[in-house]
T-cell receptor, first 117, second 114 residues
Framework: GAVVSQHPSWVICKSGTSVKIECRSL??????MFWYRQFPKQSLMLMAT?????????EQGVEKDKFLINHASLTLSTLTVTSAHPEDSSFYIC?????????????FGPGTRLTVT | AQSVTQLGSHVSVSEGALVLLRCNYS??????LFWYVQYPNQGLQLLLK??????LVKGINGFEAEFKKSETSFHLTKPSAHMSDAAEYFC????????????FGAGTRLFVKA
């Protein structure tokens, strides 16, 4: 099946710094990419929807200036957490979707664990 | 707006017993429905999905789910639980508009007792 990778798999950063997380679709061109965050023992919350070449659509309550999303190509989307604070510590998961006619598939990355100290 | 409700944050079964995880959804258009499994500190693995066609969907690891439109349900079952089934299970709904964004339920933790 299709593979979506995330880099890094885990990162520790100091409060006030920024960190970038990459999401790549390795063997297909993704129509759309999505970013989720998951707090411990909780569900995945959709943060934003990203389409190549256009601005991301953020869900209500998600600060677009804090969580910068860039979708530079059909295989790469990045999430930058700016001026990170301890409350931003979470598991960030991306997914990439592919549509072909009536077929729709969504593939999830393995996640990136961010710890802000 | 779409939403997903998973009944029971924790379910405990004995090894070899029937597994039943409940999921109800709301959607203004015909939904796409999914079940995912997540093991600790790992990403999501797709168990099965319903898009169109046959309402009884078979997935990996012996799991299956039935789409019941009249009940707006998509419950997950497995005839005989195995210790390796212990994990977090998420029901999710998507629709064929708005870029197929997926909304997840709160999750159900499955415990399997020896």
């Amino acid at each position: 099946g299709a593979v979506v990778s995330q880099h890094p798999s885990w990162v520790i950063c100091k409060s006030g710094t920024s960190v970038k997380i990459e999401c790549r679709s390795l063997d297909f061109q993704a129509t759309t990419m999505f970013w989720y965050r998951q707090f411990p023992k909780q569900s995945l919350m959709l943060m934003a929807t990203s389409n190549e070449g256009s601005k991301a659509t953020y869900e209500q309550g998600v600060e677009k200036d804090k969580f910068l999303i860039n979708h530079a190509s059909l295989t790469l989307s990045t999430l930058t957490v700016t001026s990170a604070h301890p409350e931003d510590s979470s598991f960030y998961i991306c997914s990439a979707s592919r549509t072909s006619g009536r077929s729709y598939e969504q593939y999830f990355g393995p996640g990136t664990r961010l710890t802000v100290t | 707006a779409q939403s997903v409700t998973q009944l029971g944050s924790h379910v405990s079964v004995s090894e070899g017993a029937l597994v039943l995880l409940r999921c109800n959804y709301s959607s203004s258009v015909p939904p796409y429905l999914f079940w995912y499994v997540q093991y600790p500190n790992q990403g999501l693995q797709l168990l099965l999905k319903y898009t169109t066609g046959a309402t009884l969907v078979k997935g990996i690891n012996g799991f299956e789910a039935e789409f019941k439109k009249s009940e707006t349900s998509f419950h997950l079952t497995k005839p005989s639980a195995h210790m390796s089934d212990a994990a977090e299970y998420f029901c999710a709904v998507s629709k064929n508009t708005g870029g197929f964004k997926t909304i997840f339920g709160a999750g159900t933790r499955l415990f399997v007792k020896a």
